[in-house]
C-alpha cells in the first residue's frame, strides 16, 4: 500500500473533522488526528520524511494542522509551508509552535535548520499585521495571521517566574512584540513563538 491509500485508508476511518499532526512523536495533541512523524513510534500512522513535502495528501482536505518544535527541524521552510497552505481547506485551522530564534537551545540542537522569528510567518501573508511590512512576493502562499504569542519559559522556577511577567509585557499588542524583536530578545530570550493561522 502506497502513502496515498494508506492516507484515504487512514482518512475514511476519522470523524466529519480532518485533524492533521506533523511529528506528532510520542505526544500527539490531538486524540484523533492522522499522525506522521519520520520516525515509525508506536502511535504514528503514517511514516514519511515530508521535509520535501506532503503529496499523498489532496489538496483542500484537511481541517486543521497542528505541528509543535518540528519546522525548525525542516531546511527548506517555503516548501512545508506550501504544502501545508495547499492541502488546508478554505477556513482551516494551522497551529505552530517553534523556537523562536533568541532561545539558546535553538543552536544548541545540531538538528536544528531554521530559526523563526515573529516576522517569520509574515512572508507567507499578504496581511499587514505588522507595523514593520515584509515582502510577500517570494510565493504565493497567503495565510490570515489569527494570533501570534511569545512564549518564555525556563527550567528554573525562580527564573520561569520573573519570564512570566516579560511574557504578559512583550504580548500586549504587536507593537509590544516588534519591540521586543527589535532588540529585547538579545537581553530576554524567548522560549517559543505560537502562531495561529488560517486559510
Same mark, same amino acid.
Given at each position: 500500500?502506497?502513502? #496515498?491509500?494508506?492516507?484515504?485508508?487512514?482518512?475514511?476511518?476519522?470523524?466529519?473533522?480532518?485533524?492533521?499532526?506533523?511529528?506528532?512523536?510520542?505526544?500527539?495533541?490531538?486524540?484523533?488526528?492522522?499522525?506522521?512523524?519520520?520516525?515509525?513510534?508506536?502511535?504514528?500512522?503514517?511514516?514519511?520524511?515530508?521535509?520535501?513535502?506532503?503529496?499523498?495528501? %489532496?489538496?483542500?482536505?484537511?481541517?486543521?494542522?497542528?505541528?509543535?518544535?518540528?519546522?525548525?527541524?525542516?531546511?527548506?521552510?517555503?516548501?512545508?509551508?506550501?504544502?501545508?497552505?495547499?492541502?488546508?481547506? %478554505?477556513?482551516?485551522?494551522? #497551529?505552530?509552535?517553534?523556537?523562536?530564534?533568541?532561545?539558546?537551545?535553538?543552536?544548541?540542537?545540531?538538528?536544528?535548520?531554521? %530559526?523563526?522569528?515573529?516576522?517569520?510567518?509574515?512572508?507567507?501573508?499578504?496581511?499587514?499585521?505588522?507595523?514593520? %511590512?515584509?515582502?510577500?512576493?517570494?510565493?504565493?502562499?497567503?495565510?490570515?495571521?489569527?494570533?501570534?504569542?511569545?512564549?518564555?519559559?525556563?527550567?528554573?522556577?525562580?527564573?520561569?517566574?520573573?519570564?512570566?511577567?516579560?511574557?504578559?509585557?512583550?504580548?500586549?499588542?504587536?507593537?509590544?512584540?516588534?519591540?521586543?524583536?527589535?532588540?529585547?530578545?538579545?537581553?530576554?530570550?524567548?522560549?517559543?513563538?505560537?502562531?495561529?493561522?488560517?486559510?
Amino acid at each position: 500500500m502506497n502513502l #496515498h491509500q494508506q492516507f484515504q485508508q487512514i482518512a475514511s476511518q476519522k470523524s466529519h473533522r480532518l485533524v492533521l499532526e506533523l511529528g506528532s512523536g510520542q505526544k500527539p495533541a490531538y486524540p484523533d488526528s492522522i499522525k506522521i512523524d519520520r520516525v515509525a513510534l508506536a502511535n504514528i500512522d503514517i511514516v514519511s520524511d515530508f521535509s520535501a513535502g506532503l503529496p499523498f495528501i %489532496p489538496d483542500d482536505s484537511i481541517d486543521i494542522i497542528h505541528s509543535s518544535h518540528v519546522l525548525e527541524h525542516l531546511a527548506d521552510t517555503q516548501i512545508i509551508m506550501r504544502e501545508m497552505f495547499r492541502i488546508l481547506k %478554505p477556513g482551516g485551522e494551522l #497551529h505552530i509552535i517553534v523556537p523562536h530564534h533568541s532561545n539558546p537551545l535553538y543552536y544548541n540542537d545540531y538538528t536544528h535548520k531554521s %530559526p523563526w522569528g515573529i516576522y517569520t510567518i509574515a512572508y507567507f501573508s499578504n496581511q499587514a499585521f505588522f507595523q514593520r %511590512p515584509m515582502p510577500t512576493f517570494y510565493n504565493d502562499v497567503n495565510f490570515t495571521i489569527e494570533s501570534i504569542f511569545i512564549g518564555f519559559y525556563s527550567c528554573f522556577k525562580l527564573r520561569n517566574a520573573f519570564l512570566k511577567v516579560f511574557q504578559l509585557l512583550f504580548n500586549i499588542n504587536t507593537y509590544t512584540q516588534e519591540l521586543f524583536e527589535g532588540g529585547f530578545c538579545k537581553i530576554i530570550p524567548a522560549y517559543e513563538i505560537r502562531l495561529k493561522l488560517s486559510k
